[in-house]
């Protein structure tokens, strides 16, 4: 592509977040994984008129790495940033020619913190722009982003960055997400925001913030770009969680995914005692069920996700009142998607031959989460994968803070070498299980680190239940298919991409 990127909305007049009509997409792409949800993804949804998502999450850290590797899409965008002195600096610290250079053994960003430096900042930033405004190139239609409540550090420095590129909607989940409406009003007017750190071992009157102000991480804009703060869709799994959304929020939220335990990726923990099925599975009951009749009372449009790839099930969520589906597995499978080739290609052909499984593994991640795991051979889902992997920590996207006894901060990881884990505080019954989802996620995507064997760290697949059905998107015979061939096949009896609604007002803001 040589398009330039297409500049944000304009703002109105008196430099508020500007009120354009917004119609709702029937369909909306997940946001998966650590670039999983890439670009080019995103773009090919968006451009058939649907909401395509980008994934957020280690968003700097795959800036570097894909410039380290010579990547000229992300070169040619980042050259267009607003900061051209920034974007000289990114370009001279990480870009490379195309195989000039090995994968490291270590990230080549710095590690979050509650004090992060201006450097990481900017670089978060940047990477969120960079990937937002490749989506919406070559298209005018809607690009959204996705992260996680439980890698809250460098949200805010995400967000300004999708901002700045004209991203539409921001999608929330593994958490509860109360302070990020009030941050995007912020943000939007080029201002100061904060955001509440749970910080472990800490005492109930501390508060610990992440801190982020855009005059000072950009001191020499001579003029600020006009923006508009985008839609926030939080993903829930209650009701109790939508309706604490709607009055605690610090903002306005504009409707809800209301994601099932069969999704891929971080599912809700089971409500009440959790007990586990013999596969070793937690098992969820009718209390985990939402109802629906419930969230349409609350008067804002919402999108079911978990198992609703299909046509059927596309017609099924809108005669329950929603608006349309959130679809990820499919996504997931397709050309476009930011999974390394052959491990797709793996993958498919497993699922066509009806040999694949999906695991909720209730130990997996760090974040304490159950987690869906593919079982797939030479991943990490493989046990002897990995138990043979060396324990390291140079990512560092889910370390969580904890206060030690002289009142300072420390960072740490269950997944991390347990020594480690443990001579910061942490329980060594934590440690038993944890996968490193940050490098795991990372290879997912062709951008593994090296191991100091001197092999590639193993990859680790997140998908939903469905994966075994994706074959159902296979046009005849074709053995490979597109965003496009998930688009046509969901959109069956369907004449258009987007409910002829504007969003709605929410009953329980109102009052």
């Known amino acids: ?152 550090l460098p949200n805010l420095a995400s967000l300004y960055g999708a901002m700045l590129a004209g991203v539409d909607t ?41 801190r982020f102000d855009p005059m000072a991480t950009f001191p020499d804009w001579t003029a600020r770009p006009a923006l508009v703060r985008p839609r926030f869709l ?79 099930g596309l017609r099924q969520a809108q005669a329950l009142g929603a608006v349309g589906i959130q679809v990820g597995t499919a996504f997931a499978i397709c050309r476009e998607s930011g999974m390394e080739p052959t491990l797709r290609r793996r993958i498919l052909a497993e699922a066509r031959a009806g040999h694949m499984r999906v695991r909720t593994d209730p130990l997996a991640s760090p974040t304490g989460f159950p987690f869906k795991v593919a079982l797939v051979e030479g991943t990490v889902s493989d046990p002897a994968v990995m138990n043979a992997r060396e324990r390291v920590c140079n990512i560092g996207v889910l370390r969580e803070p904890f206060k030690r006894a002289d009142g300072s901060i420390g960072y740490r990881c269950a997944a991390e070498p347990v020594s480690q884990f443990v001579a910061k505080g942490g329980k060594l019954e934590d440690t038993v299980g944890r996968a490193c989802l940050c490098n795991g996620l990372t290879a997912t995507v062709g951008l593994a680190l090296a191991t100091r064997a001197g092999g590639l760290e193993p990859p680790i697949v997140t998908a939903g239940d469905d994966l075994r059905e994706v074959a159902q998107f296979l046009p005849p015979g074709q053995d490979d298919y597109s965003a496009a061939d998930v688009i046509s096949y969901l959109m069956r009896g369907h004449t258009t991409a987007a409910a002829d609604v504007p969003t709605a007002t929410s009953r329980v803001a109102a009052e």
């Open 234 to 312: 939080p993903i829930v799994s209650s009701n109790a969680l939508a309706l604490a959304l709607l009055k605690r929020a610090d903002g306005k939220v504009d409707g809800f995914v209301i994601e099932a335990p069969t999704a891929g990726g971080h599912n809700a923990p089971p409500r009440g005692n959790v007990e586990l099925n013999q596969e070793g599975e937690p098992i969820y009951g009718p209390r985990d069920a939402v109802d629906l009749n419930k969230m349409k009372d609350l008067g804002l449009p919402f999108w079911l996700a978990g198992s609703r790839g299909n046509p059927d």
């Open 1 to 152: 592509m040589t398009d330039t990127p297409t500049l944000p909305r304009s703002s109105s007049s008196n430099g508020a977040p500007a009120s354009t009509p917004r119609t709702n997409p029937i369909l909306i792409q997940g946001g998966m994984g650590v670039a999983l949800s890439s670009w080019r993804l995103a773009r090919a949804v968006a451009s058939q008129g649907h909401l395509g998502v980008v994934s957020g999450v280690a968003i700097g850290n795959v800036l570097a790495i894909r410039l380290r590797r010579g990547d000229e899409d992300s070169l040619r965008v980042l050259r267009t940033f607003p900061d051209p002195t920034v974007s000289r600096e990114i370009e001279e610290k990480y870009f490379r020619p195309a195989g000039t250079c090995a994968p490291q053994r270590s990230a080549l960003t710095e590690m979050w913190s509650l004090e992060p430096t201006r450097r990481n900042e900017r670089l978060t930033v940047a990477g969120a722009f960079v990937e937002v405004a490749l989506a919406r190139e070559g298209h005018g239609n809607a690009v959204g982003i996705n992260l996680l409540e439980k890698i809250a």
């Open 170 to 210: 921001v999608i929330m989940g593994a958490g509860i997400p109360l302070r990020i409406p009030g941050a995007l009003d912020a943000l939007s007017r080029h201002e100061k925001a904060s955001y509440p750190i749970h910080v472990h071992d800490a005492a109930k009157t501390d508060d610990f913030r992440i």
